[in-house]
């Protein structure tokens, strides 16, 4: 397993032109307000204050770059949903979000979170269908897993793989995690290191 040696917060960025160039892999979390980006980052690089986390949603509204090992990238993008703010700025967080994903030169993959215990979401599945039509490698990460017992755990996500799989042939893959106990932690950096290996420098 991919041991991590150092995590560092480098900057937001309000826009694409602004985020740090560097030949090194980005790997990008993405989801709904409050479903624990900042917390899943803090779990993998195991620091409780790496990415900040707060109990209002809608907080993370820069993209924040966090360099690991002194070799790769995370970045903790805004979340979308509920937040309270208003259509203006959610619609630049939106225009930030997309124009981040189509033109990060260096990134290979984009986490989409989904909080275990919820059902299927509309908009979660309408993003996810972009992310496919555009061609943009990504995973699923579900979130919260220790809130369910392990029969509802298995339950929850038969009901979401089964709706997926009305659109996605074959499924595109996915972790069960938690925050709290470490769950998935192991499974989400072998992925990341596997990919590492396959990663070819950025020439800038």
């Known amino acids: 397993m991919m041991i991590i040696k150092s995590a560092e917060f480098i900057k937001s960025s309000s826009a694409l032109s602004e985020c740090p160039r560097?030949?090194?892999?980005e790997y990008a979390f993405i989801g709904r307000s409050n479903v624990g980006k900042s917390s899943l980052i803090n779990m993998l690089t195991e620091s409780k204050k790496l990415a900040k986390i707060s109990s209002s949603p809608g907080k993370t509204r820069l993209i924040n770059h966090f360099l690991i090992n002194q070799s790769w990238y995370l970045t903790d993008l805004p979340g979308f949903g509920f937040a309270k703010v208003p259509l203006a700025v959610k619609r630049?967080?939106?225009?930030?979000?997309?124009?981040?994903?189509?033109?990060?030169e260096n990134l290979v993959c984009s986490f989409f979170l989904v909080d275990?215990?919820?059902?299927?979401?509309?908009n979660d599945?309408?993003?996810?269908e972009w992310l496919g039509r555009k061609q943009l490698p990504f995973c699923l990460v579900f979130t919260k897993a220790d809130k369910l017992s392990s029969s509802n755990q298995n339950k929850n996500l038969h009901r979401y793989l089964k709706e997926l799989a009305l659109q996605w042939e074959p499924l595109p893959p996915f972790f069960v995690s938690s925050s709290e106990t470490g769950q998935g932690r192991e499974e989400i950096l072998k992925f990341i290191n596997d990919c590492n290996k396959d990663f070819k420098p950025v020439i800038i």
């Open 92 to 104: 630049k967080w939106e225009h930030l979000i997309m124009n981040y994903l189509l033109k990060r």
């Open 22 to 25: 560097a030949p090194f892999p």
């Open 125 to 128: 599945l309408i993003f996810l």
């Open 116 to 122: 275990m215990r919820h059902e299927p979401l509309k």
